[in-house]
């Protein structure tokens, strides 16, 4: 089809078209002859797609480049099928204890723990913070983490101590990359076979088995490294450094 074809199929002016295109988020038409370019289904998806997570989910362009561009890998149904499955996980996921969202410097008073540390914490990706009505909020989540901060600095792990705050990132690079394969795993494994609904039970219940079974795997490991330190006498080279 061509261009007016494109348009009409999908309701998105030829000008934010070209747009998605020169931003890599819809691919080059097929260019059988120069100035003549024609497009396919792949684009009608893609563009329908496009739509859907600006309107209903209100993504912005980065994020949406990111889940589009996976087409190769994961196919689009399977993203369609999973569109929100997010709301559902943090209701399912809640704890017995209630943490409400709190404005950042509310929370970092509460917590004692300086804005300066919250800041660098968010740097490097231990803490998110999230903008809404012109003020800086902390999620459910991230409150919690922000008291345990307090917590572990009261039980003596300062700065002071050898503690400082790029002892964290190994904690949230580590995270980062584990999310990231168990969220590929899993919609490889379920995107286009399993109804939303029950794939968020699904996610909840692998999230709790794994919650449990990563402290005591790293229980495990921190018992077994203190032995062998103690049976050495040798320290490796992260100990030395703190991380």
């Not at 859907?52 to 993504?59: A, D, K, T, V, Y």
């Not at 404005?103 to 660098?120: K, N, P, Q, T």
């Amino acid at each position: 089809m061509k261009m007016k074809e494109l348009e009409r199929e999908t309701g998105i002016g030829r000008e934010t078209i070209r747009f998605y295109i020169r931003e890599g988020l819809l691919p080059e038409p097929v260019r059988p002859k120069r100035n003549v370019a024609t497009y396919g289904p792949s684009h009608v998806a893609r563009l329908n797609l496009i739509k859907r997570l600006q309107q209903e989910r209100f993504l912005p362009l980065s994020i949406i480049k990111t889940i589009v561009n996976s087409e190769a890998e994961h196919p689009v149904s399977g993203f369609e099928a999973f569109i929100g499955l997010e709301t559902r996980l943090g209701p399912m996921l809640s704890e017995t204890r209630a943490f409400a969202p709190r404005l950042l410097e509310e929370a970092a008073a509460e917590a004692g723990v300086s804005m300066e540390d919250v800041r660098a914490l968010a740097e490097i990706g231990f803490l998110t913070i999230d903008t809404k009505d012109n003020a800086e909020w902390l999620n459910q989540r991230n409150v919690r983490l922000l008291e345990l901060i307090g917590e572990w600095r009261k039980a003596g792990y300062t700065t002071e101590a050898g503690f400082p705050i790029e002892v964290y990132r190994i904690y949230a690079e580590v995270t980062e990359v584990l999310a990231h394969r168990a969220v590929s795993q899993f919609y490889t494994a379920f995107g286009d076979k399993v109804p939303t609904e029950e794939a968020a039970q699904m996610a909840v219940q692998g999230i709790r088995l794994i919650n449990e079974m990563m402290p005591l795997l790293r229980i495990e490991k921190i018992i077994r490294e203190v032995g062998r330190v103690s049976a050495t006498g040798v320290l490796t080279p992260d100990e030395e450094d703190g991380v």
